[in-house]
């Protein structure tokens, strides 16, 4: 049996920890608190580009734009969003095992790496075309949109064929879903939903055209750029929430490993005491033995 | 009376800025301006700054819309806007600075101004000052 010093320190060390993951859990809950609230208010217009986007080239029968087709040469680019710090739990190696084992693993990629994290770790096997770790600390519209056009031009000068996010989609505090999007080239009308179906029936038979004003090359040319970084905007959004809602959930399993620790390490530093009176109070009794 | 309402939805990265069914809306393009009513042909177009005049069945709207774009079907339109404002969210002197300055980068038209810049920074100052008046 450990000796009772080595129990004590053992516990004094374990104490100290759970300190830390306790002041760490407060500070993600309260960051997250406010990350929340931002991708709840920016949750709608992310939704509504989206949807509105698609439904516009839903209803533009066949388009010809550069946008919509994919690139004959170049990597398949991917803009992956992590976090800058550790202690997340699964949060960062998540988004990253969706690339390395997902649907892309075998494709030459090239990574937009926002977040020390992935880049770091994709940086390995892969080519990082840009970094951008810095922004994800407070993301900012303009920033997302200097990321968009830079990415945006890639695309055009044929670097990069096709363009995916790669993110952590934040539905509730507990639960966040590690997600592949694909921004570039748009493919319209992917969407599962049956009533959106049945609406896209009806407009087919209505067959009511889009109209664009100004001509659709041009009224896309400005439209798409918008679309692109208002997705990445809404993504880096959603990533920051769940990842302090990933580090306050990390933080808090490891307080309570901590607490369950320190009851087990009490329990055995009382056994240890306990019998060392015992083993006390029988070497006394029997030198008095001995003596009488 | 009811029936020549349509659905209007503006909403901007930070929140819905306005939802509700109006009459008719009328904005900026650019193209120029259009005004929509109920049962308007599908059409997407490209805002240009100017004042969105919202008619509701009680009265009119105004705000400033910057930037963003717009799809406009029968029976609903949405507006994607990147910046709106209504007059009571804006900075008088700060649009009047903003127009002074813009008015003075065009007058002094060296190579390096950035003509288009400064073209919308004062389009945008315009809509700001007369929203308010």
Known sequence: ?292 | MADNLFKLRIITPDRTFYESDVVMVEFNTTEGEIGVLKGHIPLTVVVAPGIITITEESGTKEAALHAGFAEVLGDSVIIMAEIIEWPSEIDLERAQEARDRAEERLRARTPETDIARAETALQRAMARINVIK
Do not use: W
Not at chain 1, 21 to 29: E, G, H, P, Q
Not at chain 1, 45 to 58: C, E, G, K, P, Q
Not at chain 1, 61 to 71: A, C, D, S
Not at chain 1, 180 to 191: A, D, F, R, S
């Open chain 1, 1 to 292: 049996m450990a000796s009772m010093r080595d129990i004590k320190r053992r516990k004094g060390s374990i104490q100290s920890t759970q300190q830390i993951t306790k002041a760490m859990k407060l500070v993600s809950t309260v960051k997250l608190q406010r990350a929340k609230s931002n991708a709840e208010r920016s949750k709608t217009y992310f939704h509504a580009m989206y949807d509105t986007v698609h439904s516009i080239l839903r209803k533009s029968g066949n388009l010809e734009h550069r946008y919509l087709k994919t690139g004959e040469t170049g990597k398949t680019g991917v803009i992956v969003i992590t976090s800058n710090r550790g202690l997340a739990g699964g949060y960062n190696s998540n988004v990253v095992k969706l690339i390395t084992q997902g649907a892309l693993a075998n494709e030459d990629l090239a990574i937009y790496a926002i977040g020390k994290k992935g880049r770091d770790a994709l940086g390995r096997k892969y080519e990082i075309a840009q970094d951008y770790s810095d922004y994800i600390e407070e993301p900012v519209y303009a920033e997302a949109m200097r990321m968009s056009s830079q990415v945006l031009k890639d695309f055009e000068e044929g670097r990069i064929k096709e363009i995916y996010i790669a993110y952590t989609g934040f539905k509730n505090t507990v639960s966040h879903i590690p997600t592949l999007l694909k921004l570039l080239p748009i493919i319209p009308g992917q969407e599962p939903d049956a009533e959106k179906e049945g609406e896209l029936q009806d407009e087919i038979e209505n067959n009511t055209l889009m109209n664009f004003e100004p001509e659709e090359d041009d009224a896309l040319d400005l439209l798409i750029p918008k679309y692109i970084t208002s997705l990445i905007y809404g993504c880096m959004i959603e990533a920051v929430a769940a990842e302090n809602g990933a580090r306050m959930q990390a933080m808090d399993s490891a307080t309570s490993n901590a607490e369950e620790m320190i009851d087990k390490l009490t329990l055995m530093y009382n056994r240890a005491r306990q019998s060392s009176i015992t083993q006390e109070l029988t070497e006394i009794i029997a030198g008095a033995n001995a003596i009488s």
